[in-house]
């Protein structure tokens, strides 16, 4: 079974673009979550999709939203970017029984200049 | 305001004994936790988990204990290799799907 992708793996940009960034699930995966990881915050929840509804959000900026298509896929978009933007932006899918395990991507750095 | 939390960002273990990372949380609400492996310039690796209804699990060289009363963790390694050199996250489940990490601890096993 193929893992989780996430395309592409890096990205530089500048202050003010805005970017979007794509995840395929481990086939089957219903439910997608996106973390950032920087030095100083750690990793830290995004949002979560299942079924292509936002299920649960975590504490960032509107700027930062997501969408789920029907095939499990995801993309996350941050539009406006701000250098403080500049992470690993790591996506996780899971079969969503509740506790099970999440697989992550490699994840995507993101650099902005 | 730090839910999970890492006091070590660093651990150096001699092959062959035992690691030993640590936790702490303080929402008394969390009910399952679970510990990943991160390796450079790849995503977490999930290695181990615990539901609050126990206090210990094991997979392998690898156990969990978990302490309610003191909102405290810990991931034992026995015996340490050498691939075992890599970043441990702690993580707490808040709802369905919403993992909250540690900042985790960098683990170098030297031989």
């Known amino acids: 079974k193929a893992g989780v992708t996430q395309t592409p793996r890096y990205l530089i940009k500048t202050r003010g673009q805005q970017v979007t960034l794509s995840c395929s699930p481990i086939?089957?995966?219903?439910?997608v979550s996106w973390y950032q990881q920087t030095p100083g915050q750690g990793l830290q929840f995004l949002f979560e999709?299942?079924?292509?509804?936002?299920?649960n959000k975590g504490n960032f900026p509107g700027r930062f939203s997501g969408r789920q298509f029907s095939n499990s896929r995801s993309e996350m978009n941050v539009s406006t970017l701000e250098l403080g933007d500049s992470a690993l932006y790591l996506c996780?899918?899971?079969?969503?029984?509740?506790?099970?395990?999440?697989?992550f991507g490699p994840g995507t750095r993101l650099t902005v200049l | 305001d730090q839910q999970v939390k890492q006091n070590s960002p660093s651990l150096s273990v001699q092959e062959g004994r035992i690691s030993i990372l640590n936790c702490d949380y303080t929402?008394?609400?969390?009910?399952?936790f679970l510990w990943y492996k991160k390796y450079p310039a790849e995503g977490p690796t999930f290695l181990i988990s615990?539901?609050?209804?126990?206090d210990k699990n094991e997979d392998g060289r690898f156990t969990v204990f978990l302490n309610k009363s003191a909102k405290h963790l810990s991931l034992h390694i026995v015996p340490s290799q050498p691939g075992d050199s890599a970043v441990y996250f702690c993580?707490?489940?808040?709802?369905?799907?919403?993992?909250?990490f540690g900042q985790g601890t960098r683990l170098t096993i030297n031989p």
């Open positions: 996780a899918s899971s079969s969503d029984a509740t506790y099970n395990e999440q697989f």
């Open positions: 086939s089957g995966h219903r439910s």
């Open positions: 999709y299942f079924s292509e509804t936002q299920r």
């Open positions: 929402n008394s609400m969390f009910d399952y």
């Open positions: 615990i539901s609050s209804i126990k």
């Open positions: 993580a707490a489940l808040q709802g369905a799907q919403k993992l909250v």
